[in-house]
């Protein structure tokens, strides 16, 4: 069975700190999914890698791939109150069709 | 504004009431996606749409769930005889997907819909 897993599942944070959200899965999947979620709100896509090695940064989020450990990691860097969110990352069922199978999701609260 | 729409935003029903909802997708995507998440969970994959055609089905989606997507455009999710464990955020998403020569990326989703059963 495929399975998604986050680490750590809550974080709490100082602003200016820096953190790392790591994102294993269990499937020989070369393409990896970060989303935000705010609470209530829907899901807002962050990052799409498809191919181990694959870094992308967006403000004071990056996000890598290692297809070969089966891992991704989001990177906070200097964390500010705004990117308190729930954080998700997901994998392909089957590799480009979108069906997802998401982790359980990094609730980050930054603190002031 | 040209991304998912999900209607109702919110519902509130009895149990063993029937509720319908509504997706509608980014216009030139091919593909459609239910989901279904429940508080403090990640989302679930329900079923997804080619065009009209359903191509799969989780085993999530009982006997009492059943969704179309008549003309290859909006879809309907519908719940019979809803019980207290169906309520959950329903997310559609859709994409382009299994066309020659594109190339993809990913799945966008709408605002969800809400079910709460009392």
């Known amino acids: 069975e495929l399975k998604v897993e986050q680490n750590p599942l809550f974080l709490s944070m100082q602003e200016g700190k820096n953190y790392t959200i790591y994102c294993n899965y269990s499937?020989?999947?070369?393409?990896l999914y970060w989303y935000r979620q705010d609470p209530g709100k829907s899901l807002e896509s962050l990052f799409v890698?498809?191919?181990?090695?694959a870094v992308k940064q967006e403000g004071r989020l990056m996000a890598s791939l290692d297809t070969k450990a089966r891992l991704s990691t989001l990177h906070i860097t200097a964390a500010v109150h705004d990117l308190s969110a729930t954080y998700f990352c997901?994998?392909?069922?089957?590799?480009?069709?979108?069906?997802?199978?998401f982790g359980t999701g990094t609730r980050l609260k930054v603190l002031a | 504004d040209t991304g998912v729409s999900q209607d109702p935003r919110h519902k509130i029903t009895k149990r063993g009431q029937n509720v319908t909802f509504r997706c509608d997708p980014i216009?030139?995507?091919?593909?459609l996606y239910w989901y279904r998440q429940t508080l403090g969970q990640g989302p679930e994959f329900l079923t997804y749409f080619q065009n009209e055609a359903q191509l799969e089905k989780s085993r999530l989606l009982s006997d009492r769930f059943s969704a179309e997507r008549p003309k290859g455009s909006f879809s309907t999710l519908e719940i019979q005889r809803t019980e207290q464990g169906d309520s959950a955020m329903y997310l559609c998403a859709s994409s382009l997907g299994g066309r020659v020569g594109h190339n993809p990326s990913e799945a966008f989703f709408g605002q969800g819909t809400r079910l709460t059963v009392v």
């Open positions: 890698l498809l191919s181990n090695g």
């Open positions: 997901a994998v392909d069922i089957v590799p480009g069709t979108y069906k997802y199978i």
């Open positions: 216009s030139e995507h091919n593909r």
């Open positions: 499937t020989t999947s070369d393409r």
